[in-house]
């Protein structure tokens, strides 16, 4: 099969979100190709294509302890320098603040976290660089596979998430909490509770399927997508977990457990 090169911006780019934008960041930010897996082994179709609403305020599932600081807090609309300044410190050794976008961080990291378990995610509101390089498919429209090369393109965004030291990154958002809330609460979900939507795409990024063999695609249109149904109607985060490559998908599954364990059980500490 020869080996096509696209062009980034003649596919469709939904981005993530997900442990650089969900480890505050999830690691998102990242374009990507509706594709599909070919060795699908029947991939069967997730129960999650009806995206849950967001639980009431008075029915908290994960609620933070109390941020101990006494640092105040800047308003939502100021909040850039402090908050990035904050998460270079907090990661100062993995490098992570390279790939985020330093402008209204907070509220693109909510949106992202809110798309993440729902089809699409909007690429305007993405909290992270894109990936640099082309996207490669190996076939033609008619029978195309993803080209594994792809796979090394996120390696560098990866190896910065690994870097990530979760406990004090998370001491950040337990600090921020409340610009987080109110960002959250902005989007129109004024009695919902933003760390349980956090979990709740968490769980849902923990639940994508691992696909063996090449990954096949078509191309109705101008964008590829999953050949089969079943794996096109998974969500935008799940679908970019795929795309990414078992091994990356992998590092970051290990990564949002930590921010998990920590956001719903363990008390965080400065």
Same mark, same amino acid.
């Given at each position: 099969m020869a080996e096509r090169i696209f062009d980034e911006s003649s596919i469709n780019k939904p981005l993530v979100g997900i442990a650089i934008a969900v480890a505050l960041a999830a690691i998102g930010g990242w374009y990507y190709a509706h594709i599909h897996s070919?060795?699908?082994?029947?991939?069967?179709?997730?129960?999650?294509?009806?995206?849950?609403?967001?639980?009431? @305020?008075?029915? =908290?599932?994960?609620? #933070?302890?109390?941020?101990?600081?006494?640092?105040? #807090?800047? &308003? #939502?609309?100021?909040?850039?320098?402090?908050?990035?300044?904050a998460i270079g410190e907090a990661s100062a050794d993995s490098g992570v603040v390279k790939y985020l976008v330093p @402008? &209204? /961080?907070?509220?693109?990291?909510?949106?992202?976290?809110?798309?993440?378990?729902?089809?699409k995610a909007a690429v305007a509101k993405r909290p992270t660089v894109p990936v640099a390089g082309t996207f490669m498919v190996n076939g033609d429209e008619l029978h195309a596979t993803l080209d594994a090369q792809n796979f090394q393109r996120y390696?560098?965004? =990866?190896?910065? /998430?690994?870097? =990530?030291?979760?406990?004090r990154l998370a001491a950040v958002y337990l600090h921020f909490y409340p610009l987080f809330q109110k960002s959250y609460q902005d989007l129109g979900y004024p009695n919902a509770y933003f760390n349980d939507r956090l979990v709740q795409a968490i769980d849902g990024l923990l639940a994508t399927p691992q696909i063996a063999g090449p990954i096949d695609l078509v191309r109705p249109n101008v964008m590829y997508v999953f050949a089969d149904p079943a794996l096109e109607s998974r969500s935008a985060g799940q679908k970019i977990l795929i795309r990414i490559g078992p091994d990356n998908a992998a590092i970051v599954k290990a990564k949002l457990t930590e921010l998990r364990a920590i956001i719903t059980a363990a008390p965080l500490k400065h």
């Amino acid at each position: 099969m020869a080996e096509r090169i696209f062009d980034e911006s003649s596919i469709n780019k939904p981005l993530v979100g997900i442990a650089i934008a969900v480890a505050l960041a999830a690691i998102g930010g990242w374009y990507y190709a509706h594709i599909h897996s070919a060795s699908l082994q029947k991939v069967p179709p997730p129960a999650a294509s009806v995206v849950p609403a967001p639980p009431a @305020e008075d029915a =908290i599932a994960h609620p #933070l302890p109390a941020d101990a600081s006494q640092a105040p #807090l800047p &308003s #939502l609309v100021d909040s850039d320098k402090t908050v990035n300044d904050a998460i270079g410190e907090a990661s100062a050794d993995s490098g992570v603040v390279k790939y985020l976008v330093p @402008e &209204s /961080l907070i509220r693109h990291f909510v949106v992202t976290v809110d798309n993440l378990p729902r089809q699409k995610a909007a690429v305007a509101k993405r909290p992270t660089v894109p990936v640099a390089g082309t996207f490669m498919v190996n076939g033609d429209e008619l029978h195309a596979t993803l080209d594994a090369q792809n796979f090394q393109r996120y390696v560098p965004m =990866i190896d910065a /998430l690994r870097k =990530i030291d979760t406990q004090r990154l998370a001491a950040v958002y337990l600090h921020f909490y409340p610009l987080f809330q109110k960002s959250y609460q902005d989007l129109g979900y004024p009695n919902a509770y933003f760390n349980d939507r956090l979990v709740q795409a968490i769980d849902g990024l923990l639940a994508t399927p691992q696909i063996a063999g090449p990954i096949d695609l078509v191309r109705p249109n101008v964008m590829y997508v999953f050949a089969d149904p079943a794996l096109e109607s998974r969500s935008a985060g799940q679908k970019i977990l795929i795309r990414i490559g078992p091994d990356n998908a992998a590092i970051v599954k290990a990564k949002l457990t930590e921010l998990r364990a920590i956001i719903t059980a363990a008390p965080l500490k400065h």
